[in-house]
């Protein structure tokens, strides 16, 4: 984080079309880069042209971008997860807390003293229980998709597996729905999705959105429970944090700016049960 800033924009003069994996471009306001990342953001103008990118949002704007700024491994499924809901005004969005438990790759290529394997094994370790910098792009694209402010509450968690995010969502419905409704929201916006799948069964070992099953692959799982004793709505988001929390999703958005299949290199299976 903070080179692609002052890169990104002599290449886009030299017409050249720029997918960033980096945080330098997904907040929309510059004020924000000093409160969540600690640094002033060298190319502020250049916020307004990049698109966010998530597909399943925003599919055509991201067709005639030039700069696609990719989501953050746990912003993409919490706002994936919540989505819907926030769409279809079902919860309050006041009160919003997330829990989100990451593998160890989401600590980066930096080796210290947290990620050596003796540390490392055996953690559910909270990082971040308060004040994480995805914070940010999550209320930002909630409250675009809401029309007004969402506000979200999140922890991090790392936890004892190499690849995989799980994303817990605690929500509260402003009135009751049955499960008909919250199906009805999901299905409504991620018709057709061709990387969202969502899983609730009543049997097997994965009833709901588990990371082993989707590790080596690009797909969100997405699932929910009601909590009639307080009204609340549990959502259940789970991807590989390499796949569509990074790599992936910027393959998925490179394909849409080259107008070929989407799926193109992306359309294989989760390495479970191997």
């Not at 922890?155 to 009805?184: C, M, P, Q």
């Not at 009543?202 to 590790?215: A, E, F, Q």
Request: charged letters at 20%; proline letters at 6%.
């Amino acid at each position: 984080h903070g080179v692609s800033s002052k890169l990104t924009p002599k290449l886009l003069e030299a017409g050249l079309k720029v997918i960033d994996l980096s945080a330098d471009f997904r907040l929309k306001n510059p004020e924000d880069y000093p409160k969540w990342y600690g640094w002033n953001h060298p190319a502020p103008d250049t916020l307004k042209k990049a698109v966010y990118g998530v597909p399943e949002l925003y599919r055509e704007k991201i067709r005639d971008a030039q700069l696609v700024a990719c989501p953050g491994c746990m912003a993409v499924v919490t706002i994936l997860a919540l989505a819907p809901v926030i769409k279809a005004n079902l919860i309050d969005k006041d009160h919003i807390v997330v829990d989100v438990k990451i593998g160890s790759s989401g600590a980066g290529a930096k080796p210290s003293a947290s990620t050596h394997h003796a540390e490392r094994f055996g953690v559910v370790r909270p990082y971040k229980p308060t004040g994480h910098r995805h914070t940010a792009e999550i209320e930002q694209e909630l409250s675009l998709i809401a029309g007004s402010n969402v506000k979200v509450s999140m922890s991090a968690h790392a936890v004892n597996i190499v690849r995989g995010i799980l994303t817990t969502v605690h929500s509260f419905l402003v009135e009751k729905a049955d499960t008909a409704t919250i199906w009805k929201a999901f299905r409504s916006l991620y018709q057709g999705e061709p990387f969202i799948r969502l899983v609730r069964d009543r049997k097997g070992l994965y009833r709901l959105p588990d990371p082993k099953v989707v590790v080596g692959s690009n797909f969100c799982d997405l699932g929910f429970e009601i909590d009639n004793h307080t009204n609340r709505l549990v959502i259940l988001g789970a991807i590989d944090n390499l796949i569509k929390g990074a790599a992936g999703i910027a393959v998925q958005n490179m394909n849409i700016m080259l107008r070929i299949d989407e799926k193109t290199g992306l359309n294989q299976p989760a390495l479970h049960p191997i």
